[in-house]
């Protein structure tokens, strides 16, 4: 198959990429970009460790092929910190634990990213429906649960001088 | 009679039992946190493993040559690659190292590794083995541990009568005399599952060989110290030539202690190419080729007096070994132990019989053995406490192990919380009121270990060791050999080291996870870290500290009578705190007194004179509301309650997450995680069919923690996050009993089981009235 040249966005940064039109989203940003925060767990998008946002929407990026989104802007777990300050999620993953051995943990921030973003004040179902989609082998969810009510419920929220 | 107040000699604590995060948070949360899945290195080659696809076969010859015609593949090894080592983590016991992992001459299990490929790309690598030829003899397979056992079965290896692997026997008290006593006695058969592991890292390694003879191994395990060891035997290698990495690991839970084909396969093409090698497995391999948790048939015959007093059980159990032993001897073992907890029994007898089948083998996971004797003995026991009439909370408890209790020629109970345990899920049911229809509530208790006294592998060292080193800016790098999966070890023995030296959790450094400087130490399994890692690190934070302060003594001109310590990095005389020195100024002071030798404080622990099983031992009650849908015979959990016994807590958010996440586990155990085989073949080797906890099926789980002091363990710290996968399969059977009067006696529970049962129920009843 012809190689494409396309262009991902990622977390604020143009990528140019030479790459075969069968390359997955998640094989461009781990092998041909090499941010590896992005994890694979399986191989039936179930599981949810690949999950990426795509203009602020949640999406496994075992599901698309790159150049599906050619141009778009992506975000990884590397992207949510800015300048060394780390976003309110991350900060709230932190204080209630929502991780354990950690492979999980990009793809769960960011179906928890996309979520906040788009639910203003979430009931704990539409959390736990939200995260629906990851798999936990380790925490039992509910610490997860608890760091997104938190910072839907502004815990974390920056105070405007 | 065993209620006791908490006296923990070493309070007030600064460091221990507060909120701390995980030292590895930040590179968790941010990403940058590699694991054994991330590692690329310059001039890496992938690999990819062809696999058995019969369960029973004879390997007559193997032809790759097509294969090495495919541009870009480099190497393809077989069995007559290696050494043809049989190895298992039992060293000690020769008849017990029984697998070659690259079989040389038969194959044992549907998945069993044949061949590998090394290629520039996985793709490559991957097409390789459709150009592989292998030609086979099938031979006759079994399956199954009661078939396996017969006369007649086919011999899956030689020299094993009736494919009976190993064999068991625990016996304590007069047994018989003990059931004679009994005015009631029950006996049942029990049937449990299997479970996978599926850890979200699949097994994964990167190999290095180079010219000098050395090897460095990435990889995704729970002992870089055992993965050296066994790969010392089967490379012929010393073990100080090979190197185990592995710096972040996406899980274990009993699976990762093993050598798997991912390290060995990788080695073996790493030793032929001269290059790196990474063979990371997929789902389905990691389903159908790695090991599962043991499946069990369970017959146990309990011996009660009519007030409820426990007098005798026997118990026989025919486990499902699968084509290899591996970690499954132990599980053998432990789940004829903890078949007797938490309880006290005048006479216990247990004969375990492990079987080989031409299945996936199984082995040790979360829990050990124990999920399947307490699905089996605390329904059994609620049973009884029906036909009797009994308050099982209280039958319970009068039975119950109590601090200071010895099992007959087993073990001592030093501490045990388990009385304050049954008083909490008493107030939690209470708490419920009158439940709807369509819920019930049910409760299992139980023990765990807190790390064996076992060594199978044959280790010169001792069981954990642990190095300090002080640097002259007040800064520490603690060296361990215990490993950290996700659990949270580095940060509880930071939290150790900060507490015993008397600095911040910030100021300490772990190094773990790499066997060229970390010192020995038998890993992370049979929740033995905490406690014996944990000695560890406070003896040679300890060491550390002593000599600090050997020189502030020299300085201080007190009176001896005065003694003087460190907290919160500030050095002084205990009874007068004002006065004194930073420790960065006392470990520069100390630092030129040695002439300029850094401090460094050494530590070790192995068990001595602590019976046959454990140094200490952990308690637990666990409650959970269930709800199931009487047309379709679901089940939904609704609420959890939990209370636990773990000694002192060290890390407070840590033992939180081990507690909710060994329930989640055990939940999946007992009614969701079902690993169905047909003449050898996993059903369901993916995430789409292998269904488990999400986290819209994850109930609230109230936590109650029950402080005891083990005298045992560090700060008074015993076992957490592993006993609590054994009871809540038991629970959700319980609750089911509660609700229909029906008794599951196999587990996972599966809705169709629930609805044949109402219906069976429903016959029965008919029948009855008719009469």
Known sequence: ?161 | MNKYTVINPHEPFRVLNTHVHNIDGIAKVTGRATYTFDVKLPGMLYGKILRSPYPHAKIIKIDFSKAMEIPGVIAVVTGKDTLGVKQGIWRRYKDLCDEQILPVDKVRYIGEPVAAVAAVTEEIAEKALDYIEVEYEELPATFEPLDAIKKDAPEIHEGFERNINVTRHIEWGEVEEAFEEAEYIREDWFKCGGQAHMCMETRAAVSSYTPEGKITIYSSNQSPYYMQGLMAGVLGMREGDIRVLSQYVGGGFGGKFELDGAIFCSAILSMKTFKPVKICYTREEDFIATKRRTPMFYYTRTGVKKDGTFCAREAKVFTNGGAYTGMGATALYLTGFFHSFPYRWKGYRYDGYRVYTNTLPSTSMRGFGAPQAMWCSEQQIEWIAADLGLDPIEMRRKNSHYEGYVVPGQATIASCGIDQCYDEIRTWIKSKGKLPKDRSIGISACGFMSGGIFNWFDSPYSFSSAVVTVNNDGTVELHVGCQEIGQGSNTTMAIICAEALGVKVGDVKVHSGDTDHCPADLGAWGSRQTLMAGNAVKMASEDAKKQLLEFAYAQSGLNIVYDLDIKDSWVHAIARPERGETFEALVKRATRGKDGQRIVGRGYYTPHRKGMISPAYSYMLQGVEVEIDEETGKIRLLDSMTAHDCGQPINHLGLMGQLEGAFSMAAGYGYLEYMPFEDGKMMNPNLVDYKMIRSTEMPPANIAEIDTYEPEGPYGAKEAGEGLTNPTAAAIGNAIFHRFGVQMKECPVRPEMIVNALKEKAEKDKEAKKK
């Open chain 1, 1 to 161: 198959m012809e190689k494409k040249l396309i262009t991902l966005i990622v977390n604020d940064i143009e990528y140019e990429l030479y790459i075969n039109p069968k390359t997955l989203l998640v094989e461009a940003i781990r092998d041909h970009i090499g941010l590896t925060g992005t994890k694979r767990g399986c191989e039936t998008v179930s599981c949810g460790a690949c999950t990426v946002t795509i203009d602020d929407m949640a999406v496994k990026s075992c599901s698309v092929l790159a150049i599906q989104v050619d141009g778009r802007r992506i975000t990884t777990s590397e992207g949510l910190e800015k300048n060394g300050v780390l976003a309110p999620i991350q900060k709230a993953f932190l204080d209630e634990g929502s991780y354990q051995c950690g492979f999980c943990t990009s793809g769960m921030l960011m179906s928890s990213e996309a979520f906040l973003k788009e639910t203003k004040k979430p009931t704990e179902e539409q959390i736990k429906e939200a995260i629906e989609g990851n798999i936990c082998r380790c925490t039992g969810y509910n610490s997860i649960v608890r760091a997104i009510a938190a910072v839907a419920k502004g815990k974390y929220a920056e105070v405007k001088s």
